[in-house]
T-cell receptor, first 112, second 112 residues
Framework: DVKVTQSSRYLVKRTGEKVFLECVQD?????MFWYRQDPGLGLRLIYF???????EKGDIPEGYSVSREKKERFSLILESASTNQTSMYLCASSLLAPGQLFFGSGTQLSVL | DQQVKQNSPSLSVQEGRISILNCDYTNSMFDYFLWYKKYPAEGPTFLISISSIKDKNEDGRFTVFLNKSAKHLSLHIVPSQPGDSAVYFC???????????WGLGTSLAVNP
């Protein structure tokens, strides 16, 4: 079974803090994705990566950056957290792009 | 402009009855459709998919129907069980685009 692991289930941070969300997958997938989910807005793609050190902006990249130094790890960075970044963050991976996504359990981030 | 639309934000069904979740799309280039199920505080999990060259795909209690002329697909759950209560997302793919295109989801409640 594919396993996508997100480092934290719940995080509470203060406005202006730099926040790192980590994601690791164990199936040698080429493609990794970061989404956020908000009530009534569905799943919105922040960034994705189709290879090590490669990244592409998704639909809502503003205020975020990403890092993929190793194939299995994809990090989402909030350079200066703001209250409107309070959300559920979901990491996913896939073998093909486009293709079936496998999701982690999510990180509920609260920015106070 | 939403290319994948789930027009019903919520649906309530009695246990044992059929649940029908609907999804409409606008892009005729979509060639693959997927349904995901999401419980609160968890990541989405893949449920069932269908290629655009088919009109039906069945997996146990779950069947997806595709009507290409109407640009419409539906997910049927028979019989519905309380454990099916979740948010269901419809997503679509077209070749050459690395991203899934998501609907906003339908929250299904199956009442005992």
């Amino acid at each position: 079974d594919v396993k996508v692991t997100q480092s934290s289930r719940y995080l509470v941070k203060r406005t202006g803090e730099k926040v790192f969300l980590e994601c690791v997958q164990d199936m040698d997938h080429e493609n990794m994705f970061w989404y956020r989910q908000d009530p009534g807005l569905g799943l919105r793609l922040i960034y994705f990566s189709y290879d090590v050190k490669m990244k592409e902006k998704g639909d809502i990249p503003e205020g975020y950056s990403v890092s993929r130094e190793k194939k299995e790890r994809f990090s989402l960075i909030l350079e200066s957290a703001s209250t409107n970044q309070t959300s559920m963050y979901l990491c996913a991976s896939s073998l093909l792009a486009p293709g079936q996504l496998f999701f982690g359990s999510g990180t509920q981030l609260s920015v106070l | 402009d939403q290319q994948v639309k789930q027009n019903s934000p919520s649906l309530s069904v009695q246990e044992g009855r059929i649940s029908i979740l609907n999804c409409d799309y606008t892009n005729s280039m979509f060639d693959y459709f997927l349904w995901y199920k999401k419980y609160p505080a968890e990541g989405p999990t893949f449920l069932i998919s269908i290629s655009s060259i088919k009109d039906k795909n069945e997996d146990g209690r779950f069947t997806v129907f595709l009507n290409k002329s109407a640009k419409h697909l539906s997910l049927h759950i028979v019989p519905s069980q309380p454990g099916d209560s979740a948010v269901y997302f419809c997503a679509a793919i077209y070749e050459g685009n690395r991203k899934l295109i998501w609907g906003l989801g339908t929250s299904l409640a199956v009442n005992p």
